[in-house]
């Protein structure tokens, strides 16, 4: 099904930012004032939390891998776009395919951790997440040969129940952070935290930069509009609404993220996954590559580290005031 966005979001992105109508670039120079952050996870389609129900990560190796071939295409692609993103690597990942990691450095993106596992840091104690956390950032930096100093939590799981996790990334020497969604979601999120770039002070005092996944008010509500399978289920131009009303007409930096996985269309599909897992994972996998083009050629995108030089954290808060959100 072809699914048209609604009017107002085709007049609205019209009347916001001077569009062309010829499908060339559509969004002003002139209201480009700030870089927005262009990331991508690299794990495989096995990895992700909607399956691990019902694939046990002891059986990750029997799967067929396609995560080499996938990041392959996005790296072509980004050089086709004259763009540099930051590259969220699971520590899994980089142990089995160093190569691919070290060529990802090597034609100048930004390389940060993804952790090890892929599991959710509510579930893990304090000391699993801090030994397998400075794993992970080991493996990566004897690989490139730079400090890995970024970090995203596997499905944003730095939620109020694991904020400790902001305590060790300090500690590990990791100075800035992308896994707080400021949304209601069932497995992450913490609603009312800020939406953007803000400075966390830990209690060991160290100061951690927290990049969080944009979000746009639609309705009155907090909507998730950074990428991801929200990117694949909207319409192009109601995600392209969001991204520009959320980063209010490119002045305030915003992040989009994406898998490997999601260009991929042919992937093995997972038996045995709930019918709303499935619809998460699967819907518009083949309209993906060409929306991100799309997207590519609508905003201006760098890396974390580009973006947020490119502006001024809003707040700085304590740990203790972002579990005493709402
Ligand atoms: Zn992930």
Not at 207 to 219: D, G, Y
Not at 261 to 289: K, M, V
């Amino acid at each position: 099904m072809n699914i048209e966005p609604p009017s107002e979001f085709r007049s609205g992105i019209s009347a916001d930012n001077g569009t062309n109508t010829d499908g060339t670039k559509t969004m002003s120079a002139a209201s480009s004032t700030v870089t927005h952050a262009m990331t991508i996870d690299v794990e495989d389609y096995y990895h992700v939390a909607a399956f691990g129900n019902v694939i046990d990560p002891s059986d990750w190796p029997k799967w067929p891998s396609r995560v080499e071939n996938n990041t392959q295409r996005l790296l072509a692609l980004f050089d086709d776009s004259g763009i540099k993103a930051t590259f969220f690597v699971l520590g899994w990942v980089a142990e089995r395919y160093p190569e691919l990691i070290k060529e990802i450095a090597s034609q100048g993106h930004e390389i940060a951790s993804h952790g090890y596992s892929h599991q959710l840091i509510y579930t893990q104690s304090q000391q699993t997440f801090r030994d397998e956390t400075a794993k992970s950032k080991q493996i990566l930096e004897d690989l490139i040969g730079t400090a890995v100093t970024g970090y995203r939590a596997a499905s944003y799981s730095i939620t109020q129940q694991s904020l400790w996790a902001l305590d060790i990334l300090g500690e590990l020497g990791f100075t800035w952070d992308s896994s707080i969604f400021p949304v209601h979601h069932d497995r992450y999120g913490i609603a009312s935290s800020p939406k953007k770039p803000y400075i966390i002070n830990t209690h060991g005092n160290h100061q951690i930069t927290e990049f969080p996944l944009t979000t746009a008010k639609l309705f009155g509500q907090s909507v998730p509009a950074a990428g991801g399978g929200y990117f694949r289920q909207y319409p192009y131009a109601l995600s392209r609404w969001l991204f520009d009303r959320a980063s209010e007409h490119s002045t305030v930096p915003q992040i989009f993220y994406l898998h490997p996985w999601e260009i991929d269309p042919d992937q093995p599909r997972i038996p045995g996954a709930s019918a709303f897992s499935r619809f998460r994972h699967y819907t518009n996998l083949g309209r993906c590559e060409a929306r991100l083009k799309q997207l590519l050629n609508d905003f201006d995108f760098s890396t974390v580290s580009n973006s947020l030089a490119s502006t001024t954290p809003a707040t700085t808060l304590d740990i203790g005031q972002l579990s005493n959100e709402r």
